[in-house]
């Protein structure tokens, strides 16, 4: 779905945001986990974290441990991390290499297609209880290298979840050469929606990020809204530089800044062959962790990557900074909700997937 709220200039009725409260009540987030982070597609890594067979990485989706594993037979698979004897988290390490999967608690062991292998508490007529007590899948699909899990098993595909995504992605035809570099993580004191709501529009970038606006033409931004998702972006000033970066010998002449339903935010700036993406996951009703993966042709940056990076995450701090400010205002009694601008019809979007999926 697409949803374009701009009214005619001349007989525009503003319309109201969200109620404050969808920012500030622990209940909503309780919904929220249920009902939007429970039933989505959420990234969760990179084909580059699993280069070998055994190579795994574990994570959690919707307050869910998973561990995801590159079996000895080449196929990428993902697993609830859970021991199916007494439930005990399986894997507690972050990343590694395994030839055999244990569980720490009565050491059961698991191959790295999730089928049974031991269960040394089950001998005799115990063992044909549990001969088919295999780790539990997850779904999982790969895209542009990129792995994304859902814990819906009647979620549609994630081809058909964000309308022609995708096909734009594959019109960057360095993405296939890029690897997971590195990652950054900081605690947001606002709840995951503010953020999204700030990436969402660009009213505010010439107040809150000059250096944004002094590289990029503003005067040709456009923010499209589109199924599931949203895409902005601009062409580049000729005379401005990232740094040391010659945006007139780059591989890519203008930003382009994704919002995929309902916190994954793909950014590709103009450059050296460059991905990277941002998630926005909760902790609390007013706490969210915010994840930075950057995506480059090798771990060893150049400097034009360096400062690539620097640039984007003085955006990314000057936008903590804003929604931060905006959280103290949503527990104020002095407003309940605020206003759309005609510009901002990409919030609207995001704000009527959230009503929708909350059954508001």
Not at 24 to 51: A, R
Not at 95 to 118: E, M, P, R, S, V
Request: proline share 4%; net charge negative.
């Amino acid at each position: 779905m697409a949803y374009n709220k701009v009214e005619n200039a001349t007989n525009r009725t503003f319309e109201r945001t969200m109620t404050y409260d969808l920012y500030t009540d622990p209940k909503v987030l309780d919904k929220e986990m249920d009902l939007i982070f429970s039933k989505s597609w959420q990234l969760v890594g990179h084909v580059s974290q699993l280069e070998k067979p055994g190579s795994f990485f574990t994570t959690e989706v919707a307050k869910e441990p998973i561990i995801v594993i590159r079996g000895q037979d080449e196929v990428i698979r993902a697993f609830y991390n859970v021991c199916p004897h007494r439930a005990t988290k399986l894997e507690k390490s972050e990343a590694g290499k395994k030839k055999i999967l244990q569980c720490g608690y009565h050491g059961w062991t698991f191959k790295l297609d999730g089928k049974l292998n031991k269960a040394p508490n089950f001998r005799g007529e115990d063992a044909a209880c549990v001969q088919d007590a295999c780790l539990r899948p997850v779904r999982m699909e790969i895209l542009e290298s990129l792995i994304f899990v859902n814990l819906d098993d009647q979620a549609k595909p994630l081809s058909e979840s964000y309308g022609d995504f995708f096909e734009r992605l594959s019109k960057f035809p360095f993405l296939g050469k890029l690897k997971r570099t590195h990652q950054k993580t900081r605690i947001i004191q606002a709840n995951w929606k503010a953020f999204i709501d700030n990436y969402l529009e660009c009213d505010h970038c010439h107040v809150a990020h000059p250096s944004f606006v002094a590289a990029l033409d503003m005067d040709d931004y456009q923010i499209i809204t589109c199924e599931n998702y949203s895409i902005q972006g601009t062409i580049v000033k000729p005379d401005k530089n990232y740094g040391s970066v010659d945006l007139n010998q780059a591989e890519m002449q203008g930003g382009s800044f994704y919002w995929l339903w309902p916190n994954l935010m793909v950014t590709i700036y103009p450059g050296p062959g460059n991905m990277a993406t941002i998630q926005m996951l909760p902790i609390d009703h007013e706490n969210t962790l915010a994840v930075y993966t950057y995506y480059f042709r090798d771990e060893n940056l150049t400097q034009e990557e360096k400062d690539l990076v620097a640039f984007a995450e003085q955006v990314r701090q000057e936008d903590v900074e804003l929604v931060e400010l905006e959280q103290i205002g949503f527990r104020s009694r002095a407003f309940k909700k605020g206003v759309y601008s005609s510009s901002e019809k990409a919030i609207v979007q995001f704000h009527e997937m959230v009503l929708e999926a909350l059954n508001e």
